[in-house]
């Protein structure tokens, strides 16, 4: 296929892919890399399904391009837990029962991931803001709120 | 020995969820095929009238399109009508794509694109021009109403109004305290957070894998096969991990038509998703327009309740749903009169949301309630359990349980309601006007015929399978709970097989009824291991059980023992192997209680308590507290429980403040079909959720004493947030949602 060649760090790895220069970095990871975690909402920047990582940035990714992501790193849930171990934001996600459907989980964890690295120790309101982006249909969002509360306890500890 | 007690009940952490949390939970849209095409609809840009023409040239010539299917050159599927009728059809006509030129509603699919890649799909679908003769829409039920009409056919029985009892108005003529009001809600879309889609395995010998997002792999499953004339045995359709359904993905979508119908036309896999937008085209909660009154003594007792309900539904089905009947069932009164008419407006085929009739309905009689105690001047949970009723006088039946005291008494202390004072605008918090306000809510407790096969091997292992669904509600973890409690094993022992259609035979997941019905199955299927067992044992040389009945045996720590004496028993691991197996096996069918039902019915009850605090001069409500207290028998998980619960709430303060699918009546054309300008509540919308699941034991409602939880939760919370903005601010908003300029436009009472 003929296509951009573009070269990134995806969750810590070296990637090269091809891709159309209309293709959005959501349908890349999914369609194109297998990333089936990072989920798809909308495809218009509104639910934060598809987000993730870009740098040091949180991104929807179905607001990037493909060939945007030149050159960048990218981080997905499928980089979070280390082996069987998960990351301490799963962990609680799990304890609190802060998923149901799950289809928005991922790009909860994500965002909660980068509030956490600029934010270690954020208020309740900070994570409501912090999290406004992400839209949950199912869980009624108190036990996300929660499970970040806790996990960032816990990172904050480690 | 593990504690049977705590194994279900207990808050066992949902056991889907370390794939959801890893991102390794496949949903609909996330397999893969080899050689697969992708499909993509364009979609109708008018409400009504016929497509003169279709121009797909430029579609088909861009690179990778391979064909375009619109109503000209269709593939042909069944012809009658009962072949396109899933389990949940209604009466009329069943919606089928691409069938011919007439255009009844906007975003109608009109083409079908398949390409070799997502995006040529989609770019193709937008290069496709119709031409319309469009005619002028009607999508305006208020202006619409006078040309409503009684369903001919009803789609269940107990959606039709009950027969008037007493003489509901000339008791309200003749009450000292009344109220009478119109109740006008929107539309409403379920928006799943999940796209629907379904991708199909074309397999040799014309045999399909089809992944889709479904409330119901079976219903899918004979879907497709009625419609294509398939064999069933050749058609297996799966829904593993299912992103929120909330009754939208009852019925059968397009997208499953049109996957199905090239993947058999053109023999390759397909897949299908359809975009936000689309999802805005389907089954949706029915705009609806109410009148309720209610008439009361000096005391607070209620002389007469009159509701009529009319609501929304399309020109070639009669959607029907029970708004009304629960105004003749919650309270205690003689003189009741409901009324129930459906008015077709040229808009797609309303569907079950969440609590479908009830949300609506008892918003308004909730609302009325409030406008009654007012005018009373009583407070308005002390109305309620005035005229508190252990009856469906409905039906006249007797009720399974009602634990609503309960619920008023525990739901109110925990918010401290004691405290309120009964004047509008008589509570402040700074800038801010406090209101409290509550409702009661109620639901059907159903169970459905179902069915569940249990296994059980000689080394401990437990395999639950049916061909249930878990849209996110914890049915994974509940029939993994029951297994283990029959098998006093811990529930990693215990691998549950559901989401595919080739199980033990299983309804739509619907109406709150998965956990009463599989829940039930499950265990009857675990107690026929048991006996099955017991039979074994009983063959051995010198059998400890010999004289056992199955009532007296049960099995602990790995044997089958004596419940009165766990020293007398033997290992299953030794019985099997005297029978010569390695497992057993039982599958076992539920249903409900034919007789029972004769004489009963059976409801969950709650009672919502809420908290907004209103910016005076801005208008902006903030929901800052909400105690839900339910009744609703016997709570097998209490993490999913409250799960359940908290996001019915939250809906709830959607219906009440956000959502509203908004109509260009000139065009007929839903505006706002995107989550950006369609407001469903975020983060920060959310503050104080407190569930209390209050004591109820029912062992009539299902075996297992569930009454199901799905659906309770939304059941009058948007009237306990309509009342709480009338106590902050003294004005009363009778149309939904109520934002910020219906509290700044609108007129104080007092
Ligand atoms: S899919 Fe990107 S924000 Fe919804
Ligand atoms: S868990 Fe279903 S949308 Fe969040």
């Known amino acids: 296929m003929a296509g951009i060649a573009v070269s990134t760090t995806i969750n810590g790895d070296q990637a090269e892919f091809l891709c159309h220069p209309d293709e959005t970095l959501l349908e890349v990871l999914r369609e194109r890399l297998g990333l089936m975690g990072v989920k798809e909402g909308c495809g218009t920047g509104d639910c934060g399904a598809c987000s993730i990582i870009l740098d040091d940035r949180l991104v929807c990714s179905c607001l990037v391009l493909g060939a945007e992501a030149e050159g960048r790193r990218i981080a997905t849930v499928e980089g979070m837990a280390q082996g069987d171990k998960l990351h301490p934001l799963q962990q609680k996600f799990l304890e609190h029962a802060a998923l149901q459907c799950g289809i928005c989980t991922p790009g909860f964890l994500i965002a909660a991931k980068d509030l956490l690295a600029k934010n270690p120790d954020p208020t309740e309101e900070e994570i409501r803001f912090g999290l406004a982006g992400n839209l949950c249909r199912c869980t009624g969002y108190d036990k996300i709120v929660r499970a970040v509360q806790d996990a960032a306890s816990v990172m904050r500890g480690a | ?750």
């Open chain 2, 1 to 750: 020995m593990l504690d049977r007690s705590k194994i279900v009940g207990s808050p066992v952490s949902r056991i889907d969820g370390p794939l959801k949390v890893t991102g390794a939970a496949k949903y609909a849209a996330e397999h893969f095929e080899p050689g697969m095409l992708f499909g993509h609809v364009a979609l109708a840009t008018i409400a009504a009238g016929r497509i003169l023409a279709i121009d797909t040239r430029a579609a088909e010539r861009l690179q990778g399109v391979v064909k375009i299917y619109t109503h000209e050159n269709r593939p042909k599927a069944a012809y009658r009508d009962s072949k396109w009728k899933d389990a949940v059809a209604l009466p009329g006509h069943p919606f089928r794509p691409l069938e011919n030129d007439r255009v009844l509603f906007d975003g109608q699919p009109v083409a079908f694109v398949v390409a070799e890649t997502p995006e040529a799909a989609r770019d193709a679908a937008g290069l496709i021009h119709v031409h319309y003769a469009a005619e002028t829409p009607n999508t305006h039920i208020v202006a619409e109403q006078h040309n409503s009409y009684e369903p001919p056919v009803a789609r269940m029985k107990q959606f039709l109004p009950p027969p008037p009892r007493g003489d509901a108005e000339a008791a309200f003529a003749a009450a000292p305290h009344k109220v009478s009001a119109d109740y006008v809600l929107p539309g409403e879309h379920h928006n799943p957070m999940e796209l629907f889609a379904a991708t199909v395995r074309f397999e040799d010998e014309g045999r399909l894998t089809i992944q889709d997002k479904t409330q119901g792999s079976q219903n899918s499953r004979d879907y497709v096969c009625g419609v294509f004339g398939l064999d069933p045995d050749k058609v297996i359709v799966k829904n593993d991990f299912v992103g929120g359904a909330f009754g939208q993905a009852l019925r059968p979508k397009h997208h499953l038509f049109l996957a199905v119908m090239a993947s058999l036309d053109l023999s390759r896999s397909m897949k299908v998703e359809m975009t936000r937008r689309e999802m805005f085209y389907l089954s949706w909660r029915p705009s609806c327009v109410q009148t309720v009154s209610l008439a009361a003594d000096d005391e607070g007792y209620l002389q007469a309740v009159l509701h009529h309900a009319v609501h929304t539904t399309s020109r070639h089905e009669d959607y029907q749903e029970n708004v009304a009947n629960w105004s003749g069932l919650a309270y205690k009164c003689d003189n009741v009169k409901i009324s129930y008419e459906l008015v077709k407006l040229d808009l797609a085929t309303p569907g079950d949301m969440r609590a479908p009739g009830a949300a609506s309905g008892v918003a308004a009689l909730e609302t009325a309630m409030d406008e009654l105690a007012c005018e009373v001047g009583i407070d308005p949970l002390e109305l309620r359990v005035r005229n508190f009723v252990h009856r469906d006088q409905n039906q006249d039946k007797a009720i399974t349980s009602k634990a609503l005291h309960a619920c008023y008494r525990e739901g109110a202390e925990r918010f401290g309601w004691v405290a309120r004072s009964p004047t509008p605008r008589s509570m402040r918090d700074g800038n801010d006007l406090v209101g409290w306000g509550m409702a009661g809510g109620i639901w059907e407790a159903m169970m459905s015929k179902g069915e569940a096969k249990v296994r059980l091997s000689a080394d401990g292992h437990v395999t639950v399978s049916a061909a249930a669904s878990d849209i996110g509600t914890g049915t994974y973890t509940i029939l993994g709970q029951l297994a283990a409690e029959v098998f006093d094993c811990p529930i990693d022992a215990v691998t549950v097989d559901i989401g595919r259609s080739n199980l033990p035979k299983t309804g739509v997941e619907g109406g709150s009824w998965t956990a009463a019905t599989t829940g039930s199955a499950v265990q009857a299927a675990a107690k026929a291991v048991v006996k099955t067992l017991l039979g074994h044992a009983q063959s051995m040389e010198n059998s400890p059980l010999a004289e056992a009945s199955e009532e007296q045996v049960e099995i602990s720590e790995g044997r089958l023992v004596l419940e009165a004496n766990h020293q007398v028993g033997t290992a299953i691991a030794d019985i099997m192997a005297a029978a010569g197996l390695d497992a057993v096996e039982e599958q076992a069918k539920v249903g409900p209680d034919i007789l029972s039902m004769r004489r009963y019915a059976a409801y969950s009850h709650s009672a919502v308590f809420v908290e907004v605090k209103i910016d005076e001069e801005l208008g902006v409500v903030r929901v800052t507290r909400v105690v839900s207290a339910v009744a609703a028998g016997r709570i097998l998980n209490a993490k999913t429980a409250r799960s359940q619960i908290l996001g019915g709430v939250v809906m709830g303060i959607g219906m009440a403040l956000h959502e509203e699918g908004l109509i260009d009546h000139r065009t007929g054309r839903i505006m706002n079909h995107n989550l950006a300008e369609y407001h469903v509540p975020a983060h920060a919308d959310i503050h104080d959720i407190d569930v209390i699941f209050v004591e109820e034991q029912d062992q009539r409602a299902s075996p297992i004493g569930v009454k199901g939880l799905g659906e309770i939760g939304i059941v009058g919370v948007a009237a306990a947030v309509s009342n709480a903005i009338f106590h902050a601010t003294g004005k009363r908003i009778r149309n939904l949602p109520i934002t910020i300029d219906k509290i700044l436009e609108s007129e104080a009472v007092q």
